[in-house]
């Protein structure tokens, strides 16, 4: 079966950090993009961070840039997503997703409807 599986979730007091993680099983993703999204209560999911393959091309939302990094591990089939300086407005349920049509090392796509397998989430509470 093929799925990500978000971990690292938690509540930190404002300013402090976490590092999430996004397994991947059932098929190798090297050959994928993948990006963080995150949708907070009674708002759209909305945009965080992305990777191509090979993790030479990383793209990030205005809101996070500077604050968090996005990496990747292809030999652990795992995403990170570094968080520091976190505010109160990042408390959101984290979402991992796989865009499993990336025709090329270079791609990567910010819109959420381009992303064809996504994780369970994992809550960020952050604490003033």
């Known amino acids: 079966q093929v799925q990500l599986v978000e971990s690292g979730g938690g509540l930190v007091q404002a300013g402090g950090s976490l590092r999430l993680s996004c397994a991947a099983s059932g098929r190798t993703f090297s050959s994928c993009a993948m990006a963080w999204f995150r949708q907070a209560p009674e708002k759209e999911r909305e945009f965080v961070a992305a990777?191509?393959?090979?993790?030479?091309?990383?793209r990030y939302a205005d809101s996070v840039k500077g604050r968090f990094t996005i990496s990747r591990d292809n030999a652990k089939n795992t995403v990170y997503l570094q968080m520091n300086s976190l505010k109160r407005e990042d408390t959101a349920v984290y979402y991992c997703a796989a865009d499993q049509t990336s025709l090329t090392p270079w791609v990567v796509r910010l819109n959420k409807d381009e992303y064809d397998l996504w994780g369970q989430g994992t809550q960020v509470t952050v604490s003033s």
């Open positions: 990777i191509g393959w090979r993790g030479g091309n990383t």
